[in-house]
Nanobody
Framework: QVQLVESGGGFMQDGGSLRLSCVVS??????TAWFRQAPGKERRLVAAIRWMDAYSRYADTVKGRFTISRDNAKNTVYLQMNSLKPEDTAVYLCYAQRYGSVYWGQGTQVTVSS
C-alpha cells in the first residue's frame, strides 16, 4: 500500500555531508524512519519522525550530526548527514509504519572513506 523510494546515497570523504531523500507514495504513514545495516551487523534505527507532528528521535551514534525532517507537500522525508565518519558506512533504508504494518524502501549505499 505504502511505497518508498530512496535517493541520495553515494561516496563521501570523512567529515563530508550527504542528504538522503525518501519519497512516500500511497496513504500517509504514521511514522517514517531511516535504518542502516553494515555487512555482518544487525539493522539499526538511525532516526525516526512522526508524520503529523514532527516528533523525532535519534540513535546516540548520530545525535548532533544527522537531522531527520519531512516535507508534507512533497511527501518526502529527508536525512541530512553531516560530519560523516567511516563507521557510518552502511546500506540506508527508508521505513514507514501505518496501522501496525511496516514498509521498506530498496536501500541506498552510503560509503565514507578515511
Amino acid at each position: 500500500q505504502v511505497q518508498l523510494v530512496e535517493s541520495g546515497g553515494g561516496f563521501m570523504q570523512d567529515g563530508g555531508s550527504l542528504r538522503l531523500s525518501c519519497v512516500v507514495s500511497g496513504p500517509t504513514p504514521g511514522i517514517t524512519a531511516w535504518f542502516r545495516q553494515a555487512p555482518g551487523k544487525e539493522r539499526r534505527l538511525v532516526a525516526a519522525i512522526r508524520w503529523m507532528d514532527a516528533y523525532s528521535r535519534y540513535a546516540d551514534t548520530v545525535k548532533g550530526r544527522f537531522t531527520i525532517s519531512r516535507d508534507n507537500a512533497k511527501n518526502t522525508v529527508y536525512l541530512q548527514m553531516n560530519s560523516l565518519k567511516p563507521e557510518d558506512t552502511a546500506v540506508y533504508l527508508c521505513y514507514a509504519q501505518r496501522y501496525g504494518s511496516v514498509y521498506w524502501g530498496q536501500g541506498t549505499q552510503v560509503t565514507v572513506s578515511s
